[in-house]
């Protein structure tokens, strides 16, 4: 061969390899698969890698994890996450750094196991469980790795305050550059009370509370080199404290009819608002009386009771979040009123020599109740007839007892009258029987009205046919 072949096929090879190392440097190796095999006590994952280059391992702490660097790969066909949970290796996961290094991670279970590392003829072959574990750095490479990532820690809390018992979500999805979060949580008395290891696959944690106050949730994430992050990562959640309920009874006179106050505005929430109270009357055999629920401040409830006995009351706050305060209870007794005062006014139909005159009529007394369905009224009052004529008198005054029985809000009584003379053939002043008949019409708390039918005559000496009188009249007793 001339020396001018040789020249020019020697220029060709020289420009054929340049050309071939420029390609190899810009795109690198690649990874084609993992294989991951359980031998007796061993585990051997192999890392088939076309070419394969030179690599370098290391560890990493908080959480521990062992690293392999492969340099000079360009290309992951591989799996990148792969389950193990064997011989203390948990997972692996494959990771591509920079365009010509990929970073293997095994993460560890509990603690470093054995291992060695060697080449075989398609890549790299890890050896866990062996008996003699090699140096970090197998082989001795002049190589600028690129510097980690620093990790950004994020944290937020759902809700911000909550019920105890209520779920409490954590989230960390928010934080950067992170191979790994761990949470921790204050007390409201500063101790730590728990905390949670999580990841960018898995960055969220509910958590409960049973006891109320502020808990502080202080977050941490690590970089890909276990370097913890630097920046403030808190976040904080109240658990609502209960309200706290006061109930009181005031103008408790202990009368049937008289209303009473029964007042719950002294109750109180520590960190939210009253939005709402509720009260339950029970009698004292057990049964529901009445009950009334309250949204507006001041929270009190204005009732009459209408009938004697011991009553409990009872009252529940609600706050703005829905918690219940305890029950809060109070002993009302209600005692019959025993004295009312009471107005008599109608008209009034007297009855002498064979006709009829008509009167207004008026009266005032008092009225003592003897019992539920017993009362005695006296009373006083007089008689008025414009009609100028003989034999009448244009006026005449009565005073009168009279026993009445009740039944529910019918009465019907008898009694006794003194009445001044009416008449002109009437000289003195005597007694009459009066009876009367009647209905409540108005049964409020304060004033009762009815309205009755009254008739009187003399008992001797006179002639009822000729000396009657029949009064229909209003009667409100106060």
Same mark, same amino acid.
């Given at each position: 061969?001339?020396?001018?072949?040789?020249?020019?096929?020697? +220029?060709?090879?020289?420009?054929?390899?340049?050309?071939?190392?420029?390609?190899?440097?810009?795109?690198?190796?690649?990874?084609?698969?993992?294989?991951? &095999?359980?031998?007796?006590?061993?585990?051997?994952?192999?890392?088939?890698? &076309?070419?394969?280059?030179?690599?370098?391992?290391?560890?990493?702490?908080? @959480? !521990?994890?062992?690293?392999?660097?492969?340099?000079?790969?360009?290309?992951?066909?591989?799996?990148?996450?792969?389950?193990?949970?064997?011989?203390?290796?948990?997972? =692996?996961?494959?990771?591509? !750094? #920079?365009?010509?290094?990929?970073?293997?991670?095994?993460?560890?279970?509990?603690?470093?196991? @054995?291992?060695?590392?060697?080449?075989?003829?398609?890549?790299?072959?890890?050896?866990?469980?062996?008996?003699?574990?090699?140096?970090?750095?197998?082989?001795?490479?002049?190589?600028?790795?690129?510097?980690?990532?620093?990790?950004? +820690?994020?944290?937020?809390?759902?809700?911000?305050?909550?019920?105890?018992?209520?779920?409490?979500?954590?989230?960390?999805?928010?934080?950067?550059?992170? $191979?790994? !979060?761990?949470?921790?949580?204050?007390?409201?008395?500063?101790?730590?009370?728990?905390? %949670?290891?999580? &990841?960018?696959?898995?960055?969220?944690?509910?958590?409960?509370?049973?006891?109320?106050?502020?808990?502080?949730? %202080?977050? %941490?994430?690590?970089?890909?080199?276990?370097?913890?992050?630097?920046?403030?990562?808190?976040?904080?959640?109240?658990?609502?404290?209960?309200?706290?309920?006061?109930?009181? +009874?005031?103008?408790?006179?202990?009368?049937?009819?008289?209303?009473?106050?029964?007042?719950?505005?002294?109750?109180?929430?520590?960190?939210?608002?009253?939005?709402?109270?509720?009260?339950?009357?029970?009698?004292?055999?057990?049964?529901?009386?009445?009950?009334?629920?309250?949204?507006?401040?001041?929270?009190?409830? $204005?009732?009459?009771?209408?009938?004697?006995?011991?009553?409990?009351? &009872?009252?529940?706050?609600?706050?703005?979040?829905?918690?219940?305060?305890?029950?809060?209870?109070? $002993?009302?007794?209600?005692? #019959?009123?025993?004295?009312?005062?009471?107005?008599?006014?109608?008209?009034?139909?007297?009855?002498?020599?064979?006709?009829?005159?008509?009167?207004?009529?008026?009266?005032?007394?008092?009225?003592?109740?003897?019992? %539920?369905?017993?009362?005695? =009224?006296?009373?006083?009052?007089?008689?008025?007839? @414009? =009609?100028?004529?003989? @034999?009448?008198? #244009?006026?005449?005054?009565? /005073?009168?007892?009279?026993?009445?029985?009740?039944?529910?809000?019918?009465?019907?009584?008898? /009694?006794?009258?003194?009445?001044?003379?009416?008449?002109?053939?009437?000289?003195?002043?005597? /007694?009459?029987?009066?009876?009367? *008949?009647?209905?409540?019409?108005?049964?409020?708390?304060?004033? =009762?009205?009815?309205?009755?039918? $009254?008739?009187?005559?003399?008992? *001797?000496?006179?002639?009822? #046919?000729?000396?009657?009188?029949? !009064?229909?009249?209003?009667?409100?007793?106060?």
């Amino acid at each position: 061969m001339s020396k001018k072949k040789t020249l020019i096929l020697s +220029c060709l090879l020289f420009l054929l390899f340049s050309f071939t190392g420029l390609s190899f440097s810009q795109t690198g190796g690649t990874l084609e698969r993992i294989e991951v &095999t359980p031998v007796g006590e061993t585990l051997e994952v192999k890392l088939f890698v &076309t070419p394969y280059t030179f690599h370098r391992q290391f560890r990493l702490y908080n @959480p !521990m994890r062992i690293g392999i660097d492969l340099f000079n790969v360009g290309n992951i066909r591989s799996v990148r996450n792969i389950d193990v949970g064997a011989l203390g290796i948990d997972n =692996i996961r494959i990771t591509q !750094m #920079q365009p010509n290094f990929v970073r293997i991670i095994f993460q560890v279970i509990d603690d470093f196991p @054995p291992y060695t590392t060697e080449k075989f003829a398609g890549g790299l072959k890890i050896t866990f469980g062996a008996t003699k574990e090699p140096p970090m750095v197998k082989e001795k490479v002049k190589v600028e790795v690129p510097e980690a990532a620093e990790a950004i +820690c994020g944290i937020r809390v759902e809700p911000t305050r909550a019920n105890p018992s209520d779920p409490i979500l954590v989230d960390m999805s928010g934080s950067q550059n992170a $191979e790994s !979060m761990v949470v921790e949580v204050f007390n409201p008395e500063g101790a730590k009370v728990a905390s %949670k290891e999580l &990841t960018p696959e898995a960055s969220r944690w509910e958590v409960v509370f049973d006891k109320p106050g502020e808990y502080v949730f %202080k977050g %941490k994430a690590f970089n890909i080199e276990g370097k913890v992050s630097d920046n403030l990562c808190e976040a904080a959640a109240s658990i609502n404290f209960p309200p706290a309920i006061k109930l009181e +009874c005031r103008k408790c006179g202990g009368v049937i009819g008289k209303p009473v106050i029964l007042d719950a505005s002294g109750s109180t929430d520590p960190d939210g608002e009253i939005v709402q109270v509720d009260f339950e009357i029970i009698d004292d055999v057990g049964n529901l009386v009445d009950r009334f629920s309250d949204v507006e401040k001041p929270f009190t409830w $204005e009732r009459a009771f209408q009938a004697k006995g011991v009553y409990s009351v &009872t009252a529940v706050a609600t706050d703005d979040l829905g918690a219940l305060s305890e029950p809060a209870n109070i $002993e009302v007794r209600m005692k #019959q009123k025993k004295l009312y005062l009471l107005v008599d006014l109608g008209a009034l139909a007297g009855r002498g020599e064979g006709t009829y005159v008509g009167y207004a009529a008026g009266r005032a007394g008092i009225l003592y109740k003897i019992s %539920k369905n017993l009362d005695i =009224i006296l009373s006083g009052g007089g008689a008025y007839t @414009p =009609i100028d004529s003989a @034999p009448w008198e #244009q006026s005449f005054f009565s /005073g009168s007892v009279i026993l009445n029985l009740r039944a529910g809000p019918i009465f019907i009584g008898v /009694g006794g009258a003194y009445i001044t003379p009416y008449k002109d053939t009437i000289q003195n002043d005597y /007694g009459e029987i009066i009876t009367n *008949i009647g209905f409540d019409l108005l049964g409020g708390s304060k004033i =009762i009205g009815s309205i009755f039918l $009254e008739a009187s005559g003399p008992p *001797i000496d006179l002639s009822i #046919q000729d000396n009657h009188k029949f !009064m229909l009249g209003f009667r409100i007793i106060f």
